[in-house]
């Protein structure tokens, strides 16, 4: 479908351009939102007569956009999930949640001005982009942690992602290898349990000799 843009869409083109999109892009987000007109001849004489209202509106709307951008620019906000010991989360954290978290720290914004290439999955420090306006992005930070004090050394630069498990650290300091203990681990002597065992098992041949012993004296 043919549309007129009445804003600049990213990727698309700036306002009053003419493109060519997909029918359900243009009739399930584009138009419904005003943010474009078919491309027929009376929407453009319509176009043109409304112009300079539709970028004196523009302007307006960027300026309050900046004013927004310079309060967001440089925030971090914290999101706390469930997470494995590597890091991994037990789900994920979508757009929505994302810009349920700025509209929390006082920052209203809908889940469609957050730029996410795909659901974030595993703890640690993002940067996301936010589209205030078609011509106003800014950049924040997204610190996904198992808990506020996990965030708080996130934030201080240590990476939590790949920590390893506490029966690991455990076990590696409970069994340490041969080669620590003994210098030549082939060459460890028999304790006193092994000298024990040994003479039990002599016993039976000593029994058995003196059995024969008696045996020739009596014949």
């Known amino acids: 479908m043919e549309i007129i843009l009445l804003e600049r869409i990213a990727k698309l083109g700036q306002m009053g351009d003419t493109v ?33 209202q539709l970028e004196a509106r523009n ?24 997470a494995g010991e590597t890091g991994q989360l037990y789900g994920s954290v979508s757009t929505r949640d994302i810009a349920d978290t700025l509209s929390e720290g006082g920052f209203s914004t809908t889940r469609q001005q957050v730029r996410l290439d795909r659901p974030v999955k595993t703890i640690g420090l993002l940067e996301i982009l936010i589209t205030l306006h078609p011509e106003v992005e800014v950049p924040i930070t997204l610190n996904v942690a198992r808990s506020t004090d996990e965030a708080e050394r996130q934030a201080r630069g240590e990476d939590l992602s790949q920590r390893e498990t506490f029966e690991d650290e455990i076990e590696a300091e409970a069994a340490p290898d041969l080669e620590e203990v003994f210098e030549n681990p082939e060459d460890v002597e028999l304790g006193a349990g092994d000298e024990d065992t040994a003479a039990v098992d002599e016993a039976p041949q000593a029994a058995e000799d003196g059995s024969a012993e008696d045996e020739e004296t009596a014949s």
Not at 23 to 51: I, M, S, V
Request: no cysteine; proline share 2%; hydrophobic share 40%.
């Open 20 to 52: 060519r999109v997909k029918n359900g892009y243009a009739r399930n987000f584009l138009l419904p939102a005003g943010r474009a007109l078919r491309a027929t001849e009376a929407n453009r004489k319509r176009f043109e007569t409304d112009r300079s």
């Open 59 to 82: 302007l307006e709307a960027k300026s309050e956009a900046e004013a927004v951008a310079e309060k967001l620019t440089g925030n971090s906000f914290i999101v706390i999930r469930s």
